[in-house]
């Protein structure tokens, strides 16, 4: 049986999602964007990617964050996505925000790491082949790198944007020193940084706490975040035990001696407070991540259309109030 020919929804865009504008830019995203981090690499089913990159375009998510070593194995995630983008998603291109990033182990020897003008651009050609693209919208570098001159990477990003292979650069989990000089390197030089990606949630504060949002903030630079929901650990998944197949089990990042009793009883005392609210854990605490008003977008990850599907719905609930963001506190910090 050949596969339909894929026709978005006609109603994508009144479906409920909500944009919010990166920094200071014309640039809106979905309050959920799709990362492509796991569950879209080549040991995973091409249907099941198919499906849940057609249900986030139908419901109004425009952006789909990648990088080169996504998978597993590195590149299949933007291999997959290719095939994604030549089966279905061409026609829409110019209704996609497409995003892609280098700075982590992707080949060997010592151009395939960290920042070099070799690394980056040798590494936005070989995803352009990938994805089956021409540009992507944001090319981020991935981290910092130490070693390499500050000044040779963030050339690199400028030149980039200028060979018309991206439209806009970011950066990922820089520390707050070396962002600040790359949002006046970049400001200098007439490309502005459209984005901080960093890791945020309920049990990792580390934008919050060291600055990075307000940093972002003032330097009209939108902030996305990923993990909202700790791998997992801030939904339900994990309150009575090591579920089989879940992420612990299958011995991914997320490792065993994370779910220590203190955390457990956590999550259980979250879990009650989400209940008390008409809320599911995993949505409170994407919704706690999308309190914040310089929050560009979050970063959602998903190994079913099912799961996909609760993430977005839990932007159906009121915002959290006050008060039960003062409780989410007195529970974790």
Not at 33 to 59: E, I, T
Not at 60 to 69: E, Q, R, S, V, W
Not at 206 to 231: D, K, M, V
Request: hydrophobic fraction near 40%; charged fraction near 20%; glycine fraction near 10%.
């Amino acid at each position: 049986m050949i596969d339909p020919i894929y026709s978005p929804a006609a109603g994508r865009y009144e479906s409920g999602m909500k944009y919010r504008r990166a920094g200071r830019s014309g640039i809106l995203l979905p309050e959920i964007s799709l990362g492509l981090w796991h569950n879209f690499g080549d040991v995973n089913p091409l249907a099941n990617s198919l499906a849940m990159a057609h249900y986030a375009f139908d419901k109004g998510i425009t952006h789909f964050d990648l990088a080169n070593n996504y998978g597993p194995s590195y590149g299949s995630a933007e291999e997959t996505f290719g095939m994604i983008m030549k089966k279905s998603f061409a026609p829409y291109r110019d209704e996609l925000f497409i995003s892609s990033k280098a700075g982590y182990d992707m080949w060997p020897g010592p151009y395939g790491n960290w920042g070099s003008r070799k690394y980056l651009m040798a590494s936005l050609d070989q995803s352009l082949r990938r994805m089956n693209l021409d540009y992507v919208d944001l090319f981020y570098s991935h981290r910092y790198d130490p070693e390499t001159p500050l000044e040779e990477t963030l050339q690199a990003l400028v030149d980039i944007v200028r060979q018309g292979k991206a439209l806009y650069v970011g950066i990922s989990r820089w520390p707050l020193d070396a962002a600040q000089k790359a949002y006046g390197y970049l400001e200098a030089h007439d490309i502005h940084c459209l984005l901080y990606q960093g890791r945020y949630n309920i049990f990792d504060r580390q934008p919050q706490e060291e600055g990075i949002l307000e940093q972002a903030a003032n330097n009209g630079t939108g902030f996305i975040g990923f993990s909202p929901l700790a791998q997992g650990l801030l939904t339900d998944r994990y309150l009575n035990g090591i579920p089989e197949h879940s992420r612990i089990a299958n011995g991914g990042h997320l490792k065993k001696e994370a779910l220590t009793p203190e955390t457990v009883s956590t999550i259980a005392a979250l879990d009650k407070l989400a209940k008390k609210g008409g809320r599911t854990l995993a949505g409170m605490a994407l919704q706690w991540v999308l309190a914040d008003a310089r929050v560009s977008s979050v970063i959602v990850g998903a190994s079913s259309v099912e799961q996909l599907s609760k993430n977005v719905k839990a932007l159906d609930a009121p915002a959290l109030s006050p008060e039960e963001l003062a409780e989410i506190d007195s529970i974790t910090c």
